[in-house]
């Protein structure tokens, strides 16, 4: 069976999957509103003439303000019930199984369809970051309007926009290389979204050894490129940090991989 | 069936769910190990590792205690065992009730053996420092303060899983509604102040805010685990199993 197959099969149970959307719309809707409080009292401010009490009046960097926390979080719903969802068991009536059994009797070859899923997690979240980064920039600049200073160039604001993107599909990927390996979303969701908040163990342990830069999440987070004077110092590069993160995420996903295709469903 | 024997026997599915009994460790080893990293980190810098490390490890403890507070919810919808249940105990008010007071108990227990053992945790890394004893403050108040926040916030996660029965949303509600949120809506309006964790946070961080007090405080915190547990009990009553 060629990969076109499996891909084609998650790609219509995913697109049926409640939880998968609300992922999504978690991203979507959480930022959007975050972004509309955020530019609301941008313009509120420059009207009242007291800018000087925000850290910048730019319509970008206001609309990217929620990208870094919400847009983690859907990407992280996304990348647990893609895989979850196979585990979690049926009802009663219609036998109690699990439909890994179901999709494994389908797609026989496990690596293909482990491969299928990753492909799902990141389509989704491409899909979700297409609509969600460009759209909340949108709705700040329309709401703020002429009032804000621009302080990000277009360039700046491409790239920033792509690495945040980048982020997300490696912590989806991260998620479900999680998931496979606990078999349910409780453990992945718990440590992923409580560490992409303010209450970050990563964030915890850097105050402890600076080897915790090295964590994925850590790595990772200049990939936002916030300007240096309001994140945490120290850590990597946004591109060395990249690779560390996607260093993480192909580990992780091998690991889960072979765990998955070795270890009875 | 009376209220004590349904508390009881909902007693014995948390005890004997392995989840829970994880969960409730988890939440304990949380604090003990969050606030032993803290307290050394304070000693690092000379100052006194004591109730402050303490209460700094409550917001990661207060992940363990989440989960704790939506299973005894969300478990019985994991397969159709919430069917049985109601043939055992057909009146649901009953049944909420029974279902809420064991959950009350476990977050109880749990809360106060995570404060108890991280200050345990601290005053052993306190003793093995050489840094003076710090004058005794408000300190004992908030520690108390800490274990009722933490139950409280549990209440709130069962009250959330009651109503949406399911684990995976009502943990993706409760941590975005105590993590995720907050902090972003505490940097664009001071009426973030009203949400369950800045508001109950009060109680192991007094003086926090101008204008709510640690009793306020934990007033709007029960008032949001009782209008949603409320609507959830409602819920429970009518609808379909």
């Given amino acids: ?265 | 069936m009376t209220l004590l024997t349904c508390v009881s026997s909902e007693i014995t599915k948390l005890r004997t769910l392995p989840l829970a009994v994880l969960a409730a460790v988890g939440t304990v080893l949380i604090g003990a190990v969050i606030t032993a990293a803290l307290a050394a980190n304070a000693v690092d810098q000379g100052a006194p590792a004591g109730a402050t490390a303490v209460l700094q490890a409550v917001p990661f403890a207060q992940v363990g205690i989440i989960l704790l507070g939506i299973l005894p919810a969300a478990h019985e919808h994991a397969g159709s065992q919430f069917r049985t249940t109601l043939v055992a105990v057909p009146n649901r008010g009953l049944l909420a009730t029974g279902k809420t007071l064991a959950a009350l108990i476990a977050l109880t227990v749990t809360a106060a053996l995570t404060v108890g053992v991280s200050l345990a945790t601290a005053a052993i890394a306190h003793h093995l420092s050489s840094v003076p004893l710090p004058a005794r403050g408000a300190e004992p108040w908030a520690l108390a303060g800490a274990a009722v926040y933490l139950s409280l916030i549990g209440m709130l996660a069962h009250v959330v899983a009651l109503l949406v029965r399911h684990l995976v949303p009502a943990l993706v509600t409760m941590l975005a509604l105590v993590l995720v949120v907050p902090p972003l809506l505490a940097g664009v309006t001071e009426h973030a102040r009203w949400l369950p964790d800045r508001a109950g946070s009060l109680l192991y961080l007094p003086g926090a805010d101008t204008a709510l007090t640690p009793g306020t405080g934990a007033l709007v915190l029960v008032g949001w685990v009782l209008v949603i547990g409320a609507a959830a009990v409602a819920a429970f009553i009518t609808r379909d199993a």
């Fill in chain 1, 1 to 265: 069976m060629s990969l076109w197959n499996p891909f084609g099969s998650e790609l219509r149970k995913t697109a049926t999957l409640p939880a998968a959307w609300a992922g999504v719309l978690v991203a979507l809707l959480g930022s959007a509103a975050i972004t509309a409080l955020n530019a609301l009292t941008v313009r509120g401010a420059v009207a009242a003439g007291t800018p000087e009490r925000l850290a910048d009046t730019s319509p970008f960097e206001t609309g990217f303000a929620a990208m870094p926390i919400i847009g983690v979080v859907g990407a992280v719903v996304i990348g647990v019930v893609v895989i979850g969802s196979e585990y979690t068991a049926d009802r009663a009536e219609s036998g109690g199984a699990r439909q890994i059994a179901t999709t494994l009797a389908a797609t026989p070859h496990r690596p293909t369809l482990f491969i299928a899923k990753a492909l799902i997690v990141l389509v989704f979240v491409a899909m979700t970051a297409l609509v969600t980064i460009p759209g909340n920039i949108a709705l700040a600049r329309a709401i703020i309007g002429g009032a804000g200073i621009e302080t990000v160039t277009p360039a700046e604001a491409v790239t920033r926009s792509l690495s945040t993107a980048l982020y997300w599909a490696l912590m989806g990927l991260i998620a479900l290389s999680i998931t496979t390996l606990t078999r349910s979303g409780v453990i992945p969701l718990v440590v992923l979204i409580a560490n992409s908040s303010i209450v970050s163990f990563s964030l915890l342990l850097t105050n402890l050894t600076p080897l915790a830069h090295w964590l994925p999440d850590m790595a990772g987070r200049k990939l936002f490129g916030f300007p240096s004077e309001y994140v945490v110092q120290g850590g990597l590069d946004p591109v060395p940090g990249a690779m560390v993160m996607g260093g993480w995420a192909l580990v992780l996903m091998v690991v889960a991989g072979i765990v998955f295709t070795r270890r009875d469903a």
